[in-house]
């Protein structure tokens, strides 16, 4: 009974399928099993709605959600997909309900072939086990450590912009992101030796470009499909993350970021995480740390463009937030320095009601 109840912690169960066709095939024989109604929408099977729901889905939704509220049903090829949309739905599905819900058998189950099993394709046991190793990375001053790593890597990527020349934001956006994710997760190097020979924002794209592409070519598994092309990518970064594993674990370097507590975390029973777990999570972190965050800074640019008298109250919010996090970090120094109490240090209020 021990034994059984170590081998579920220590890995994820297998998934059912992966052979897409079979896959397609386990979807409809579970939605003839549900047991209760899907919520209202537009459930015929519809081509033309799956192609628009590739190439453009934000109107799709945003009709969906006029007509049916923010949750509904469409089906995109042959599954009935159920879209939760708000502040509400995410409190609903990832904290006060999260227990009705599976993560590795639903549509992130397609995400493992680049990800493989870390906290976004895992269901509890082994994805508490995860979090709750991860979890002291993301307190609130790791995360403030961050902002230096930030400002700088923006600020290197600003003196690549040449005024009057055109760029793809969503690519330079990307790059920048990609490499705040790489440092400040891992304090890995972007223009270290390894690294360096590698453009993790390019493997990035060409891997989840797989996700973007139509049904039809999904279910092609050559090297030139998009299938390949992920598969190709993934190599090439999980060389960058294994040699990085390798030689960590080599010479004992560590650092402050989650890497390091992923290297060196135990369980209870005093088992460590594998390379190739180290490397799903580190994966998983790199993917969810810069594909979101790379899709709101590109459209904050392109809501910008359209209103570009919100840049200066943009702008007044940033002053604000960085005098801020300037307090904390000497409030944190005096703290540190026992030479009294943070309260006495002044913060951006006190000047600001000092009339500074
Ligand atoms: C604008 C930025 C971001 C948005 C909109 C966003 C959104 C989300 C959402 C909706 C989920 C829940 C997904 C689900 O489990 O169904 C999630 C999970 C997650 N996000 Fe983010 N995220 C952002 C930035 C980040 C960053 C910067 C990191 C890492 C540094 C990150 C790491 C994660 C991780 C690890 C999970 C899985 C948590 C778990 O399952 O325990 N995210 N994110």
Same mark, same amino acid.
């Given at each position: 009974m021990l034994y059984a109840v170590l081998v579920t912690v220590l890995e994820p169960p297998p998934l059912r399928h992966e052979n897409p066709f079979k896959i397609l095939i386990q979807d409809l024989t579970d939605e003839r099993a549900a047991t209760v109604e899907y919520p209202a929408g537009?459930?015929?099977?519809? &081509?033309?709605?799956?192609?628009?729901?590739?190439?453009?889905?934000?109107?799709? &939704?945003?009709? =969906?959600?006029?007509?049916?509220?923010?949750?509904?049903?469409?089906r995109i090829l042959h599954s009935n997909v159920v879209f939760m949309l708000g502040p509400a739905a995410n409190h609903y599905i990832t904290v006060s309900h999260a227990s009705n819900f599976l *993560?590795?058998?639903?549509?992130?189950?397609?995400?493992?072939?680049?990800?493989?099993?870390? &906290?976004?394709?895992?269901?509890?046991p082994y994805h508490r086990r995860s979090r709750s190793i991860m979890l002291p990375a993301f307190h609130r001053e790791r995360i403030a450590a961050s902002i230096g790593v930030m400002s700088s890597e923006t600020e290197r990527a600003l003196e690549q912009l !040449?005024?009057?020349?055109?760029?793809?934001?969503?690519? *330079?956006?990307?790059?920048?992101?990609?490499? !705040?994710?790489?440092?400040?997760?891992?304090?890995?190097?972007?223009?270290?030796?390894?690294?360096?020979?590698?453009?993790?924002?390019?493997?990035?794209?060409?891997?989840?470009?797989f996700y973007a592409s139509g049904y039809q070519y999904r279910f092609i598994r050559t090297s030139h499909s998009p299938w390949g092309r992920l598969q190709e990518a993934s190599k090439v970064l999980n060389?960058?993350?294994y040699s990085e594993i390798s030689e960590r674990r080599a010479t004992g370097r560590r650092g402050e970021g989650v890497l390091s507590l992923l290297l060196d975390?135990?369980?209870?029973?005093?088992?460590?995480?594998?390379?190739?777990? !180290?490397?799903?999570?580190?994966?998983?972190? &790199?993917?969810?740390?810069?594909?979101?965050?790379?899709s709101t800074v590109s459209f904050m640019f392109y809501e910008l463009g359209r209103a570009p008298h919100l840049a200066e109250r943009l702008q007044a919010e940033q002053? =604000?937030?960085?005098?801020? =996090?300037?307090?904390?970090?000497? =409030?944190?120094?005096?703290?540190?320095?026992a030479r009294g109490d943070a309260a006495q240090v002044p913060t951006c209020l006190d000047r600001t009601t000092q009339g500074d």
């Open positions: 537009d459930t015929r099977f519809s &081509l033309h709605r799956t192609k628009r729901f590739i190439e453009d889905p934000l109107p799709l &939704l945003l009709e =969906a959600y006029e007509r049916y509220g923010p949750i509904f049903t469409l *993560w590795r058998e639903s549509h992130f189950r397609d995400l493992i072939a680049l990800l493989g099993n870390g &906290l976004l394709t895992t269901d509890d !040449v005024p009057g020349t055109r760029i793809d934001l969503y690519t *330079w956006t990307r790059r920048l992101a990609t490499r !705040v994710a790489m440092r400040a997760l891992f304090g890995l190097d972007p223009d270290g030796h390894t690294a360096h020979s590698i453009d993790a924002a390019e493997m990035f794209e060409q891997a989840l470009g060389k960058m993350l975390a135990e369980d209870e029973n005093g088992e460590r995480l594998t390379d190739e777990q !180290v490397r799903d999570e580190m994966m998983t972190l &790199l993917f969810a740390g810069h594909d979101t965050t790379t002053r =604000a937030i960085e005098c801020c =996090a300037d307090d904390e970090r000497r =409030a944190g120094r005096a703290r540190d320095d």
